[in-house]
């Protein structure tokens, strides 16, 4: 009797199992093989151009949409709906595009699509991540709503932008992300639009709820669009993986065909796995640490010999070599390889150098302006995996100096950006930046202008900013980049960040497809991967 | 019996606010602002930054952020990720992978646990019995994400009989090998557990009475021995199903399975608070199922256990 009990018990465990088993689907591929599979994170945000400032959701917004200009492999700009970008005092520009381009909606793209995508961008009660690019814009304000009275449309296919002062590298943003023209649909219902964006890229979203949270997205190609990025393959599969050691596994095994990143785990061994299908290029990453002049022996005569000391003191090849396995490349500026206008010789780069008897004499110098007190600490965020190479410099600074350091952790990157922008850190600290658009003034001007948004070290120097404007107004670009070069000779001799190293691309492909190449933001150039 | 249960779903109610608002204050006390790091690298907006605390009650004291959630909740209402989805779609979708992966993990360790365990009882001291204490020894020491990144490499990687992280879907044969990485060490100690229990049985005078009626050895095997053993191996098995049920974070990490660790682990590193505290809520509730069902199996095992009169 009481047996039979424990029978229904277990027959009803038997039913719960089997229902919640049935709940799944039976395959995983929809049986299109020419769909590209690719790592990606979940975006943080909803798919909406302008409230897009991480790469996560940036992969597929770049991959839905057509902008002015889109950047090829080496970060040229290439005209994708710009017809010609024109100015003649680099303050007003015109812009003409291309007609007969359509949305995936059937929706066309013109003048207005652009305009009011940027108005919205810009309106200050929208509350965009990306506001902050048009702030060149005539009529821009971080204080209230006003209208961006810099753009006017002239006819369907063509407007004029005026900005507050002449900006020469301008055409060269208008790739980014933020710059995106947007269909009706999207001002209707914002949020809505943002699960289900509708785009005019080579690629489009597969049906109604493609995205599939903290799963993946599925795209496929576009075959109304009539850019320079025709899709060479069926569509995009963008899986988000919450480690790149999971999509490493999946590498190995086939079961993901692209892959940018590469886990520290496997960054000895990738190359061997991998073979000539391993990826390893320099990277539009520049990695610093700031230390902020507010504190004390950084400042006036002290602060430069110190500062030329520290920089002198690490060693960054050997660091790279046994903490990065050679994956870095030692800085020689403030910018990056990739970039074009970089130099590996600007005046004053030699402090970059590793030279411990010069770091000592420098630092016995300053002492004796004001001796040093306390520990030198480098504050990290303890959640990105900085750790190897923070202890890594400080000992290389104690053995050089002969001086107290000791790396100082911050559990969360919020808690670690929150004490940088608020002042309240009480050592030097981690920078890293990604460049937005490939331009020298994108490295410059946002770090180290006066009163600048990722100015952390609230460094500010009057022969900077005048050059930064120098370039900024110049006619050519070569002009323009000159005007750079200067700059960061002052920066060189001011070192408001130490540079460390530029990032380099890690990644791989798997043995089904070819033609995988990197672009000059670490992206992969998918529409030209070709499935074999 | 059913007065029984009413009084323990009436318990579990204090349960449910004390922890909500303990969980909430935990999120409300983090270090960091969530918001400052939605900007990343890149200087905050200030206008922009205001507005985004705002919209997610950050800048109101912690009492009204409770209030709001809690409101909320009363109404169906979970809260907004910081993607933009409600936080209740967010728990539709990953609790029945982690529902599935937990099933699955707890059934192989009953057939297997069980199995050995019951065998190696009634052999104590044989070949079987020893080498089944070696396995275990091996099982329990060895850290579950060594036994993950092992099978994954040998038999997803190398072998290729699966693959080596779960899709979307989350299917029956994708989910079998994190199933069973997650159900090894479980097994481990429910050997242990149903052995020494078995040994411990089977000298109860019950049973030589059984066998004294003449009952054949499967009959008191089955019956008696077996059933009579198994209290402290169900305590542990709902234990260790709760602790599955509220995610196996490491184990969900190493295999991409889109269930509630790593969804847990990902909210609480971005600070999303409607989230992080809408998951513990319900692994709290869940837990206190589980328990309940718990306490109701014993009866089912022992006659001598009886609920409310």
């Given amino acids: ?532 | 019996m059913v007065g029984y249960i009413f009084k323990r779903v009436l318990q579990a109610l204090p349960v449910f606010f004390g922890t909500t608002l303990l969980i909430y204050f935990m999120v409300f006390a983090m270090p960091g602002d969530p918001i400052v790091a939605m900007f990343g690298d890149r200087g905050v907006n200030q206008a922009v930054y205001e507005q985004l605390r705002a919209q997610y009650h950050l800048d109101q004291p912690f009492l009204v952020q409770y209030f709001y959630y809690i409101t909320g909740i009363f109404q169906g209402d979970f809260g907004t990720s910081f993607s933009g989805q409600p936080v209740g779609d967010v728990l539709a979708a990953t609790f029945p992978v982690t529902i599935r992966l937990a099933l699955m993990a707890v059934t192989i360790e009953m057939l297997v646990g069980i199995g050995i365990g019951l065998f190696a009882g009634l052999r104590k001291g044989k070949l079987f019995d020893n080498s089944s204490l070696v396995m275990s020894l091996l099982l329990i020491s060895t850290p579950v994400f060594v036994i993950a990144f092992v099978f994954q490499f040998v038999f997803a990687i190398k072998l290729g009989w699966a693959k080596p992280t779960v899709s979307g879907a989350a299917g029956f044969t994708e989910l079998l090998l994190p199933a069973v990485v997650l159900s090894t060490l479980a097994v481990a100690y429910i050997v242990r557990l149903t052995r020494s229990s078995v040994i411990e049985t089977s000298g109860q005078d019950f049973v030589r009475t059984a066998y004294g009626k003449g009952l054949t050895r499967q009959r008191v095997v089955r019956v008696h021995i077996l059933r009579n053993s198994l209290i402290p191996v169900v305590t542990y098995l709902s234990i260790d199903f709760g602790v599955l049920l509220v995610g196996a974070t490491v184990t969900e990490g190493i295999f991409n399975v889109p269930g509630v660790g790593r969804t847990l682990y990902q909210a609480i590193i971005r600070g999303e608070g409607p989230t992080v505290v809408s998951f513990v809520t319900v692994m709290v509730l869940i837990y206190l199922a589980v328990n309940l069902i718990t306490d109701l199996l014993y009866a089912v095992l022992d006659p001598r256990i009886r609920y409310g009169k």
């Fill in chain 1, 1 to 532: 009797m009481r047996f039979k009990k424990l029978g229904l018990i277990a027959a009803a465990l038997a039913t719960t199992v089997a229902l919640s088993l049935t709940g799944c689907a039976a395959g995983t591929d929809g049986g299109n093989n020419n769909i590209i599979s690719i790592n990606g994170s979940e975006p943080q945000n909803p798919l909406i151009a302008t409230n897009t400032n991480e790469v996560g959701g940036g992969l597929i917004i770049d991959n839905i949409y057509a902008g002015l200009v889109y950047y090829d492999a080496d970060g040229t700009p290439v005209n994708d709906m710009a017809e010609s970008i024109t100015s003649t005092d680099n303050i007003t520009w015109n812009i003409k595009i291309k007609s007969g381009w359509k949305f995936t909606n059937g929706e066309e793209v013109t003048a207005d699509s652009f305009v009011n995508a940027w108005k919205y961008g810009a309106l200050y009660s929208n509350a965009q991540l990306n506001s902050y690019f048009f702030d060149a814009i005539e009529g821009f304000s971080y204080e209230e709503d006003t209208e961006l009275t810099g753009l006017t449309v002239v006819s369907p296919t063509e407007f004029t932008v005026k900005l507050t002062s002449a900006q020469s590298d301008f055409p060269l943003r208008l790739g980014y992300t933020a710059f995106f023209p947007q269909p009706q649909a999207f001002f209707d219902d914002p949020a809505a639009f943002g699960e289900n964006p509708i785009g005019n890229g080579p690629y489009k979203l597969a049906a109604e709820g493609a995205w599939q949270h903290n799963v993946d997205i599925n795209l496929v190609k576009n075959d109304d669009y009539k850019g320079g990025r025709v899709a060479k393959n069926g569509g995009l599969k963008i899986v988000f993986y919450a480690t790149l050691d999971a999509a490493y596994a999946d590498l190995l095994a086939d079961n993901l065909d692209v892959m940018a990143g590469i886990p520290d785990a496997a960054l000895k061994t990738y190359k061997d796995d991998l073979g000539d299908r391993a990826v390893d290029q320099a990277a539009a990453i520049f990695q610093s640490f700031t230390i902020p002049s507010r504190l004390e022996h950084w400042s006036g005569e002290e602060g430069a010999l110190r500062r030329a000391a520290i920089s002198q003191a690490i060693n960054r090849q050997e660091i790279i070599d046994v903490i990065f396995n050679g994956t870095r490349k030692p800085a020689r500026d403030f910018t990056s390889p990739v970039i074009a206008g970089w130099s590996d010789a600007l005046e004053g780069s030699d402090v970059l150098d590793y030279n411990p008897e010069n770091a000592k004499a420098l630092w016995a110098q300053a002492n004796e302006i004001a001796p040093w007190t306390g520990t030198f600490e480098l504050a990290y965020n303890a959640d990105g995996g900085h750790q190897g190479w923070v202890d890594a410099v400080i000992n290389s600074i104690k053995n050089t100096l002969d001086i107290d350091a000791s790396g100082k952790a911050i559990a969360l990157f919020s808690d670690f950006r929150t004490e940088i922008t608020e002042d309240t850190i009480t050592a030097p600290f981690r920078t890293g930046w990604q460049a937005d658009y490939p331009a020298l003034a994108n490295f410059i001007a946002p770090l180290y202008q006066t009163g600048a948004g990722a100015n952390d070290g609230d460094y500010s120097s009057a022969e900077v900013d005048a050059l930064i404007e120098k370039g900024n107004t110049a006619k050519t670009l070569d002009e323009a980049n000159k005007a750079y070069q200067d700059a960061q000779v002052i920066l060189l001799k001011d070192l408001p960040a130490i540079p460390m190293w530029y990032g380099v691309s890690n990644g791989g492909y798997s043995t089904l497809v070819s033609s995988v190449e990197f672009g000059w933001n670490s992206v992969p150039v998918l529409h030209n991967v070709i499935k074999k």
